[in-house]
């Protein structure tokens, strides 16, 4: 009897155990484990700056990228990392790694930067020299035991010599204007690759490339290496400062146009300012002249039919503006990203201008204001006066759910611009904030853009396109020179600081006057903007 129940309790106690392992099983089935792999383990620089983007590929919730080296940065976004690499001015070949960290699982990327002008891709080989000529080193990451070298031709104005881990080529300078040209081959483990090698000649005109939005390092300073441009400056951003954006200069092959600029936003990731310039008259000659016509046509840039200044260029998304100042002897082209309307806006009706019965008037002041928001039952959120107890501008929060709030701005005795003589406590300007934008713009990135609709709208009651700065955008009207510059933006003591189109409303008898660059810059100096005092 007791051997029988022995013999249960054994079976009891091995069924038990097999629940319990096939209840492990499970548990372990169910549990993932950790994995993280990388798009490249092994990523390599030239001496100049440059930036690769790496992806990243987990299911791990949170992952972090560190390198030891500080000439290394690394900006995570998303599944992405954008890895930057300061100029190598050692004269060696340098290397580190990067940590892709996802607690369970790590992955590690090599990152090598040599000394030389450029690394080569054998597979799909070029190589630019710079037009002013020189030694140009050129790494090709493999042992020169490796490979073999072949020239067919030697021309006079080329030597290239074959180092241990890559070329050397000593060119002479390009004077004439069409481009030198010749081509080496590679063999490789049985394979021949070709390697084409390009010397442009003296370029007369000089146009920046489409950084990209967002601004990619790397196909910037690829373009301009690529035909022979050299990096002269580099501005850094400071953002401990609240400066954060960052600055490319670089000396081009031509006579001309000899620096190209390129500034971006390392905040948002956007071009700010792109431009190359002549301070010489031939400059200025030169863009009047037929053969810049065919150099900007066979570019893809068209020319546009109202603005004889403005040229569209829609293979690249890119428009330039030609700045001609004949006072200095100087012309200046300005490039500005395209971007299309994502759809169809609403819009206003009719063109909503204020109240222009109180703007630039001797006879209407502050109490003439008061009593015009008095009668609409607005009410005051905000009023700033200067030392001398003048009144500088008034909030007004309105009833309206759509025109949300008008911000006056008064002419004051004092200060860098006084009053003209009867106007001082007149009205110099106002602002209407609109708590639906896209009423009249839309947002793309950081930017916002003036609507099609709006646009159309502005058109129809006389207003014409004066310039864009990258902030407002500046309407005017010839018939009274009345000004408007429409912006986009967030103010905390504004529609509970959600965004709004602002209208900014004022006369400016010039602002049609002197070049556009001219223009804008008299505008951003006369234009008072809301903001929020601590």
């Not at 630019?128 to 104005?157: C, R």
């Not at 100042?325 to 206003?348: A, C, G, I, P, W």
């Not at 009668?375 to 959120?381: F, L, P, Q, T």
């Not at 911000?407 to 005795?413: C, E, I, L, S």
């Amino acid at each position: 009897m007791r051997i029988m129940n022995l013999h249960k309790l054994l079976r009891f106690a091995f069924l038990c155990l097999v629940l319990a392992m096939v209840a492990g099983c499970s548990e372990k089935d169910s549990f993932e484990q950790p994995q993280l792999n990388v798009s490249e383990k092994d990523i390599t620089f030239s001496n100049q700056m440059g930036e690769k983007t790496i992806t990243v590929n987990t299911n791990c919730k949170e992952w972090i990228a560190t390198t030891p080296k500080p000439w290394i940065h690394l900006t995570q976004s998303g599944n992405e990392i954008a890895v930057r690499v300061d100029a190598n001015t050692t004269g060696v070949e340098r290397s580190s790694y990067i940590l892709v960290d996802g607690g369970l699982a790590v992955e590690k990327i090599m990152v090598r930067q040599s000394a030389a002008d450029f690394s080569l891709d054998i597979a799909n080989g070029e190589v630019v020299l710079p037009q002013a000529g020189g030694t140009t080193t050129v790494d090709v990451n493999m042992e020169s035991s490796l490979y073999e070298l072949h020239q067919s031709e030697q021309p006079e104005w080329l030597q290239v010599i074959k180092k241990k881990r890559g070329l050397k080529f000593i060119s002479k300078p390009n004077y004439g204007t069409v481009e030198r040209t010749t081509k080496l081959t590679v063999s490789v483990g049985g394979k021949t690759h070709d390697i084409a090698v390009r010397q442009p000649g003296v370029a007369t005109f000089i146009l920046a490339c489409n950084p990209g939005n967002p601004f990619s390092l790397h196909r910037m300073m690829d373009f301009e290496i690529r035909r022979g441009s050299i990096l002269s400056e580099y501005g850094a951003p400071d953002a401990e400062n609240g400066i954060y954006e960052e600055s490319y200069f670089f000396k081009t092959p031509s006579p001309l146009f000899k620096d190209v600029v390129y500034v971006h936003d390392t905040k948002h990731f956007v071009p700010t300012r792109i431009y190359t310039r002549s301070l010489v008259k031939e400059g200025v000659d030169a863009v009047k002249s037929q053969a810049f016509q065919d150099f900007l046509k066979g570019s893809g840039y068209v020319r546009d039919e109202k603005d004889p200044n403005h040229y569209i260029n829609v293979r690249e998304h890119f428009t330039m503006d030609v700045d001609i100042m004949e006072s200095n002897n100087s012309v200046v082209l300005f490039f500005y990203q395209m971007h299309e309307q994502d759809r169809d806006y609403e819009t206003f009706r009719h063109l909503e201008l204020g109240p222009l019965e109180l703007l630039d008037k001797a006879d209407k002041k502050v109490g003439a204001v008061e009593e015009y928001e008095a009668g609409k039952k607005s009410e005051e959120v905000k009023r700033q006066v200067s030392k001398s107890s003048e009144v500088e501008a008034i909030v007004y929060k309105t009833t309206d759910p759509t025109l949300v709030a008008r911000t006056y701005y008064f002419y004051t005795r004092g200060g860098d611009s006084p009053a003209p003589q009867g106007k001082e406590g007149s009205v110099e300007q106002y602002s209407m904030s609109f708590s639906r934008p896209n009423l009249g713009i839309w947002q793309y990135g950081n930017e916002w853009f003036v609507t099609r609709e709006f646009d159309r709208l502005l058109t129809s009651n006389g207003f014409e396109f004066v310039s864009y700065n990258g902030r407002h955008h500046v309407y005017a009207r010839r018939s009274d020179y009345l000004t408007l510059a429409i912006s986009g933006g967030k103010f905390s003591d504004v529609n509970d600081g959600q965004p709004v189109m602002q209208v900014s409303v004022l006369y400016k008898k010039n602002v049609f006057e002197g070049s556009k660059q001219q223009r804008m810059a008299k505008i951003e100096r006369m234009l008072k903007e809301h903001k929020v005092r601590k």
